[in-house]
């Protein structure tokens, strides 16, 4: 096949174009603005710079390419920024995606991959949600992905040829483990890369935002899913439209979670080396727990993860910050 994957520069995009290189035969065009993304993570593939916007720009590529299937990722994931600027947000994430789909029915691309996230579960009541349970997000970044859910849903609806898989992710981390390709998103607010930047010394100290959930130590708890296995599950869900599956929609996580004191004393461990860590206040809209009910990836994408263990996640995540801090 022919395969489309934009914002194959970015961090969750590059390595599923590794896969891909290293494990199939497909063709694979990489569409990517590098507004985040950079040429050097693209490890297989033609990268074309093309910016998702440019309705004209896309409308030629689809023209001359005849993709067979799409796999969406370039979006915007800065959930505060999100907040300050939703126009920014609902444009670039729905309204590009919904120009995408449309091209894909014009040009007759059946198979369509989208990443969207946890954030379309908002603050759930349950922490270990399933993919009916409700959505409700509470804020643009996550409602621009349930909007563009929702458009691609319905067009698998009004036209047969076009079917889905829509991949929602947990909190996704780590980093390749051959050592190529990472995080390089500037400002990180996310737990492990924090964590491990303040074990380089990047930053003087780090904070746990609210020790007083209901959780086991009070910290909160996440479904830390490595991003290798993350993308190998957009390999099986391509397998799965290859072979005729139906349009469908999964969590991908590993069901199981760490909280963020387990994080902060598996980077100690995994970096050696032990740094100061502050009590802050919860942040606004954290839920106390979020886990992945993943049973029906497992059992209907034959999806096998291979990175559970959190000091691996850390492991490559600090290898990799390690490495960014030398470049
Ligand atoms: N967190 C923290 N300190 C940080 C960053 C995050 O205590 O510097 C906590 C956050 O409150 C949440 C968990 O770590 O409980 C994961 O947060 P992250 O921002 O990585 O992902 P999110 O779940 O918000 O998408």
């Avoid at 494990?23 to 590098?34: C, S, Y």
């Avoid at 349950?126 to 996550?142: A, D």
């Avoid at 990180?188 to 780090?206: E, F, G, P, Y």
């Amino acid at each position: 096949m022919k395969i489309l994957v934009t914002g194959g520069a970015g961090y969750i995009g590059s390595h599923v174009v590794k896969l891909l290189g290293e494990n199939t035969k497909h063709e694979i065009v990489i569409a990517d603005n590098l507004s985040t993304g950079s040429a050097d993570a693209v490890l297989y593939g033609r990268l074309v710079e093309i910016d998702l916007s440019d309705f004209k720009a896309v409308e030629d590529f689809f023209k001359n390419e005849r993709f067979d299937a799409v796999i969406h990722f370039a979006a915007k994931i800065v959930v505060p920024e999100s907040v300050e600027n939703p126009v920014l947000y609902y444009m670039n994430n729905t309204v590009n995606t919904i120009h995408l789909v449309s091209m894909c029915v014009k040009y007759g691309v059946g198979k369509f991959i989208f990443s969207s996230t946890a954030a379309v579960y908002g603050e759930p009541e349950v922490g270990v949600v399933t993919e009916n349970s409700p959505t409700v997000p509470i804020n643009p970044y996550g409602m621009s992905k349930l909007m563009s859910e929702t458009v691609i849903r319905d067009t698998a609806n009004a036209y047969k040829g076009f079917r889905f898989v829509i991949l929602r992710y947990f909190n996704v981390a780590g980093a390749d483990p051959d050592g190529r390709i990472g995080q390089c998103f500037p400002n990180a607010t996310h737990l492990i890369k924090v964590a491990c930047q303040t074990a380089l010394n990047a930053r003087d100290s780090m904070s746990i935002f609210g020790s007083d959930f209901n959780t086991p130590d009070g910290t909160g708890v996440r479904d830390y899913i490595h991003v290798t296995d993350l993308a190998s599950a957009h390999i099986e869900a391509l397998n799965y439209l290859e072979k005729g599956g139906n349009s469908d929609i999964f969590n991908c996580g590993y069901g199981h979670g760490s909280s963020v004191l387990e994080v902060i004393k598996s980077v100690k461990k995994v970096s050696g080396r032990d740094f100061k860590v502050v009590s802050s206040e919860r942040r606004k809209g954290d839920p106390a727990l979020l886990i992945a009910d993943n049973t029906k990836i497992l059992k209907t994408l034959k999806w096998i993860p291979k990175y559970q263990d959190i000091d691996f996640i850390c492991k490559t995540a600090y290898e990799w910050e390690k490495r960014l801090l030398v470049k």
